[in-house]
């Protein structure tokens, strides 16, 4: 079955510097989203992307964050200067459609820290 | 405010029992509501999708049942396994856009 795959599991990352999460989202889906669950947390919205621009974005998604899907097949969140309280799970997710019969998928995830 | 509340926070139950767990919602306008399970360290898998003219949605040992009037969702789980053991999460779309809004889980552990 086609999988969400997101690269680093792992990023470790000094306050202050930028970095970049990558995921490939499931090849025939149209929709595109990033989620993030900080530590004992619940999931919490950050940004759905559809048609080359954002559709969505939640209170979260500040200028700090970025999203680009630069080629046909990557999708990215940037975040140009982390702070301390970015350290969270962030998740990608894709899905077909945005109604009942499109579920969205997830990727398993990159851990971010930030020291 | 939109909040997805769920309870118990957690569960323990030996294998093979059956379990529900359960899910109240203020989301307004409703246009879907969704289980997912996530496992340790992995991202959520969709269980089960409703929309508010569906009482009850099965997928193998897991049913869903919702009451849209009260604003109310459950999921029971028949004859448990070890492999249940996860966080279940109740999730509703609230618009025909695009976020969902999570609770913050159930989690069940299966002891043999």
């Known amino acids: 079955e086609p999988e969400v795959t997101q690269t680093p599991s792992h990023q470790v990352t000094q306050m202050g510097q930028e970095v970049i999460l990558r995921c490939v989202p499931i090849?025939?889906?149209?929709?595109f989203y990033w989620y993030r669950q900080i530590l004992g947390q619940k999931v919490e919205f950050l940004v759905s992307?559809?048609?080359?621009?954002?559709?969505?974005k939640s209170e979260i998604f500040d200028d700090q964050f970025s999203v680009e899907r630069p080629d046909g097949s990557n999708f990215t969140l940037k975040i140009r200067s982390t702070k301390l309280e970015d350290s969270a799970m962030y998740f990608c997710?894709?899905?077909f459609g945005t109604g009942k019969q499109s579920p969205l998928h997830f990727g398993n995830g990159t851990r971010l820290t930030v020291t | 405010k939109n909040q997805v509340e769920q309870s118990p926070q957690s569960l323990i139950i030996l294998e093979g029992k059956n379990c529900t767990l359960q899910?109240?919602?203020?989301?307004?306008?409703?246009?879907?509501l969704r289980w997912y399970k996530q496992d340790t360290g992995r991202g959520p898998v969709s269980l089960t999708i409703?929309?508010?003219?569906?009482n009850t949605k099965s997928n193998g040992r897991y049913t869903a049942t919702l009451d849209a009037d009260t604003k109310q969702s459950s999921l029971h789980i028949t004859a448990s396994q070890l492999s249940d053991s996860a966080s279940y999460i109740c999730?509703?779309?609230?618009?025909?856009?695009?976020?969902?809004?999570f609770g913050k889980g159930t989690t069940l552990s299966v002891s043999s």
């Open positions: 992307f559809y048609n080359n621009e954002i559709s969505e």
């Open positions: 999730v509703v779309n609230g618009q025909a856009g695009t976020a969902l809004i």
């Open positions: 409703m929309t508010f003219s569906e």
């Open positions: 090849s025939n889906h149209l929709y």
């Open positions: 899910c109240n919602y203020t989301v307004s306008p409703f246009s879907n």
């Open positions: 997710a894709s899905s």
